[in-house]
């Protein structure tokens, strides 16, 4: 009877403990959301004067920060599945330069798919590098944005290429669908169809598995090399969609677009939940990090606080959110 009495005792034990667990993951899930419900609030009231919270207000820094929000989302995925890549800033201008100039003689179809398909192409070289030669991806990446870097000055020898393409405007950058801006809706598209992919499906399942563990993904039967490259394919697309949304709503490309993206893209994926060190990855968290530090930016540009000050705000919000994740990397 005693016997019974202690198992019994034990089984209850855990069933609170693991409880508890669940209770404390969904509380950290939600930090990132109440972070910027409690920016906006303090801006929205220390800059009332200003109209912080004004309607145009909230759409620039939407617009503003799309091309980061496509990124951060992407790379979730990527963080998600225990890679890092440093490329994509590079990514961005050679994308927008190559796109830029394909318009110039073609019309907009072309330049988009040329332009994604250098995504599509750098996303594949920096995989197929990463698994067959079973070095580690941020090196691969680092040499990757170095050589893009160098491509990006000197296809235009360094000056910039204007997009006088209307229809190409219109669709990445200063054209709406009916009322909603047309970066909303890109931005709204990328939401939905990363979130179900990763939520929903076995590839979103895989990713995080692999990011979890490779040795218990491959003897679990999942592809590991597979989903490792497609990670890092998925990183360098959405870093080209970027490109065209920037060459599009700035009506130009230069090769500087991008080349300080990369900080500020990791730390909206981590900020919003994803972990450093694979296995955890939120696409809807990685959009409320890229948007939180936008409107970190906006308002401390409007308290008229110059761009040191800016850095600094954003490398202390990098500090804590990478000191949080740290406290939840595994064993």
């Known amino acids: 009877?005693?016997?019974?009495?202690?198992?019994?005792?034990?089984?209850?034990?855990?069933?609170?403990?693991?409880?508890?667990?669940?209770?404390?993951?969904?509380?950290?899930?939600?930090?990132?959301?109440a972070g910027f419900a409690l920016i906006f609030v303090v801006f929205a009231i220390v800059l009332r004067s200003h109209g912080f919270a004004s309607g145009s207000n909230l759409?620039?820094?939407?617009?503003?920060?799309?091309s980061i929000a496509i990124m951060a989302m992407g790379y979730a995925f990527t963080l998600g599945a225990g890679e890092i890549d440093l490329s994509i800033g590079s990514t961005v201008a050679v994308v927008a330069l190559t796109t830029a100039l394909v318009l110039e003689q073609q019309p907009a179809w072309a330049g988009v798919l040329v332009g994604l398909a250098i995504g599509l192409g750098v996303g594949l070289v920096n995989g197929l590098l990463t698994v067959l030669l079973r070095v580690p991806s941020f090196l691969i990446t680092l040499g990757m944005m170095s050589v893009l870097a160098g491509i990006a000055e000197a296809l235009t020898n360094l000056q910039s290429v204007a997009v006088t393409n209307n229809a190409f405007n219109g669709v990445f950058g200063s054209g709406s669908l009916g009322p909603v801006p047309s970066l909303f809706?890109?931005?709204?598209?990328?939401?939905?169809?990363?979130?179900?992919?990763?939520?929903?499906?076995?590839?979103?399942?895989?990713?995080l598995a692999v990011g979890g563990g490779r040795e218990a993904a491959v003897s679990t039967g999942i592809r590991v090399r597979s989903v490792r490259v497609s990670a890092l394919v998925i990183s360098a697309v959405s870093a080209a969609l970027a490109g065209l949304l920037y060459a599009g709503r700035l009506q130009g490309a230069a090769?500087?677009?991008?080349?300080?993206?990369?900080?500020?893209?990791?730390?909206?994926a981590i900020i919003g939940g994803t972990s450093l060190f694979g296995g955890k990855a939120s696409v809807p968290g990685a959009l409320v990090g890229a948007l939180l530090l936008g409107m970190l930016q906006e308002g401390l540009i409007l308290m008229g606080l110059g761009v040191p000050d800016q850095l600094i705000?954003?490398?202390?919000?990098?500090?804590?959110?990478?000191a949080v994740g740290l406290r939840e990397r595994p064993e």
Not at 2 to 31: C, H, K, N
Not at 255 to 263: P, R
Not at 313 to 322: D, H, I, Q, W
Request: hydrophobic residues 50%.
């Open 1 to 33: 009877m005693s016997v019974l009495t202690g198992t019994g005792t034990s089984q209850s034990a855990d069933a609170r403990a693991a409880r508890r667990a669940r209770l404390g993951r969904g509380a950290r899930a939600l930090i990132p959301y």
């Open 59 to 66: 759409e620039s820094i939407v617009e503003q920060n799309a």
């Open 255 to 268: 090769y500087t677009l991008g080349s300080t993206d990369l900080l500020t893209v990791i730390a909206a």
């Open 313 to 322: 705000a954003e490398g202390v919000v990098v500090v804590v959110a990478v």
């Open 185 to 207: 809706v890109w931005v709204g598209a990328v939401l939905v169809v990363a979130q179900v992919v990763l939520r929903r499906t076995r590839y979103g399942r895989h990713v």
